[in-house]
């Protein structure tokens, strides 16, 4: 993977898993959260692209309990544990929600200028801020970040944009692996035929060392390299 860009994926860094009050919490090896900030310090400083995943659940989840599912209710968008733990880093952050996005449809996004109205935003300019520092954040009702429909043309946009898929690395990390939400991202990324690490410092199993294991197992048979 030497020569190539990295671009960064942060997966579902939410109060509701990483803080042991969270409703949904995943205990993680120490160091993990510490391994995740310096991560974002060192691609703020270095350029280093961000994308990532929050979990952006309607009170109506069918996965939470109350519904007929399997978890309690967790990641309920506009609750204290949907926010991120590092919400400082990107210093800059555009959470793109659930939408259809191709180079011919547009993101909306508030105004620059007072009376100016809404923007619009393509896959494409995206992509330019994720370069310019931007974190974006797609948000999800379900395991993938790619379950975002708008993921697919930014992740291509923003891959085009550095020099194609052959000149690229993504770096997955967060919560969580054990056949969860960080796999679903980096199995993502692999099937689209990108080159795609897992940090495992930088993650918290579902299943602790088991889960881990076979994570490590069934991506690395997937293409996906675990770091």
């Given at each position: 993977?030497?020569?190539?860009?990295?671009?960064?994926?942060?997966?579902?860094?939410?109060?509701?898993?990483?803080?042991?009050?969270?409703?949904?919490?995943?205990?993680?090896?120490?160091?993990?959260?510490?391994?995740?900030?310096?991560?974002?310090?060192?691609?703020?400083?270095?350029?280093?692209?961000?994308?990532?995943?929050?979990?952006?659940?309607?009170?109506?989840?069918?996965?939470?309990?109350?519904?007929?599912?399997?978890?309690?209710?967790?990641?309920?968008?506009?609750?204290?544990?949907?926010?991120?733990?590092?919400?400082?880093?990107?210093?800059?952050?555009?959470?793109?929600?659930?939408?259809?996005?191709?180079?011919?449809?547009?993101?909306?996004?508030?105004?620059?200028?007072?009376?100016?109205?809404?923007?619009?935003?393509?896959?494409?300019?995206?992509?330019?801020?994720?370069?310019?520092?931007?974190?974006?954040?797609?948000?999800?009702?379900?395991?993938?970040?790619?379950?975002?429909?708008?993921?697919?043309?930014?992740?291509?946009?923003?891959?085009?944009?550095?020099g194609g898929s052959d000149a690229v690395v993504f770096d997955v990390f967060g919560y969580c692996t054990g056949g969860y939400c960080v796999d679903a991202a980096a199995r993502g990324l692999a099937e689209r035929g990108?080159?795609?690490?897992?940090?495992?410092?930088?993650?918290?199993?579902?299943?602790?060392?088991?889960?881990a294991e076979a994570s490590e197992a069934a991506l690395t048979e997937a293409g996906v390299q675990w770091v």
């Amino acid at each position: 993977m030497s020569g190539r860009r990295r671009i960064l994926v942060d997966v579902d860094t939410q109060h509701d898993f990483v803080d042991p009050a969270g409703a949904l919490y995943v205990p993680a090896d120490d160091g993990v959260s510490d391994a995740i900030s310096m991560l974002l310090q060192e691609a703020e400083v270095g350029g280093v692209p961000v994308l990532g995943s929050v979990d952006s659940h309607a009170y109506d989840a069918w996965e939470f309990e109350g519904n007929g599912g399997p978890f309690p209710a967790h990641c309920i968008k506009g609750t204290p544990g949907w926010l991120r733990v590092h919400p400082q880093l990107p210093a800059r952050t555009r959470f793109v929600p659930m939408q259809v996005l191709t180079p011919e449809l547009r993101n909306l996004v508030g105004e620059s200028v007072q009376g100016g109205g809404p923007r619009e935003l393509c896959a494409a300019a995206l992509a330019e801020e994720a370069l310019a520092g931007v974190g974006l954040y797609f948000e999800k009702e379900v395991y993938s970040l790619f379950d975002n429909p708008a993921a697919t043309s930014v992740v291509a946009a923003l891959v085009e944009a550095m020099g194609g898929s052959d000149a690229v690395v993504f770096d997955v990390f967060g919560y969580c692996t054990g056949g969860y939400c960080v796999d679903a991202a980096a199995r993502g990324l692999a099937e689209r035929g990108y080159a795609v690490r897992v940090l495992s410092a930088a993650t918290a199993p579902i299943g602790g060392a088991q889960g881990a294991e076979a994570s490590e197992a069934a991506l690395t048979e997937a293409g996906v390299q675990w770091v």
